[in-house]
């Protein structure tokens, strides 16, 4: 890893561990944590920004988990079975789709959003002219 690492620095009078690194953008990345060596911060990080963009897809950025107020156990964790399926078949059918980058370098959209505008899409045509043929446009 690319980076400095700083044990037991002081942040606004808090013992921290700190991790000075850049992303694959070449942004700064500035992670702060009072839990673990310096050296396991970033690894962690990275597994935890992960699961943030799952559950981001899952809650506001596309499938609105919560506006369901679902509260029964057993059909919580059988939404999120179906959802998870979902969002792996957004992410690999955002794979295949052609990534409109802005001027700023990023993406314009997530793969999990342009999978999830592509089903949807794909999925409108096939109700409004009732045929298959568009199930090409998802790889299949």
């Not at 050296?39 to 609105?64: D, H």
């Not at 029964?72 to 957004?90: I, P």
């Amino acid at each position: 890893m690319k980076g400095i690492l700083v044990d037991q620095a002081e942040v606004y009078g808090q013992p921290m561990n700190v991790v000075l690194t850049y992303t694959q953008d070449g942004e700064v990345l500035v992670i702060a944590s009072t839990s673990g060596a310096a050296s396991r911060i970033l690894s962690g990080y990275r597994k935890r920004f992960r699961i943030e963009c799952l559950f981001r897809a899952l809650k506001s950025k596309g499938f609105k988990l919560e506006s369901t107020h679902m509260t029964l156990h057993d059909h919580v964790e059988r939404l999120l079975c179906l959802l998870t399926l979902a969002y792996v078949w957004c992410v690999l059918v955002g794979l295949l789709q052609t990534l409109t980058v802005k001027v700023h370098g990023r993406r314009a959209w997530s793969v999990v959003t342009l999978g999830l505008r592509t089903l949807v899409r794909t999925f409108a045509r096939i109700h409004e002219r009732g045929r298959r043929k568009h199930f090409n446009s998802l790889g299949f």
